[in-house]
């Protein structure tokens, strides 16, 4: 019998992060708030938040080890995945392949939100690796 149980975060109720390190947060200021972690919440085997990218910037091209999914909420953007390029914006749904190198542009004048999702107890476990 597991020990977990239901809980809802209310992502208003959240502070929103950023990078640690100062050289990456100029380069991608994007934003997110972790909404179920085993940091945070008690769950396992899954990881969700929400993030936002500002008009004319981007997430880094990077890769990690676990698969992950996009569902862009609002906005407009152009996602990479490897050497596969499309225009993404509200209702978009996203598998990015383990180890994919990927990134993400937002293309219009207002931010682009998503959820994020990995098949990971903790957002801890998930090791980013930059490829720029």
Not at 26 to 37: F, H, N, Q, V
Not at 74 to 89: A, T
Not at 110 to 123: A, G, H, K, Q, Y
């Amino acid at each position: 019998m597991s020990n977990l149980r239901p809980i809802i975060v209310n992502q208003s109720e959240l502070e929103w992060e950023g990078w640690e390190d100062p050289d990456i947060a100029a380069k991608s200021p994007i934003r997110w708030k972790l909404l179920i972690t085993s940091e945070r919440t008690p769950s396992s085997g899954l990881v969700t938040g929400i993030a936002e990218i500002p008009p004319g910037t981007s997430l880094l091209l990077h890769h990690h080890e676990p698969e992950e999914t996009y569902y862009v909420i609002s906005g407009n953007g152009l996602m990479q995945i490897d050497d596969y390029e499309e225009e993404i914006g509200a209702g978009s749904t996203i598998y990015i392949p383990p180890n994919a190198k990927h990134t993400v542009s937002c293309v219009g004048t207002e931010p682009l939100v998503f959820i994020f999702n990995f098949p990971r107890d903790s957002f801890d476990q998930v090791i980013y690796h930059y490829d720029e």
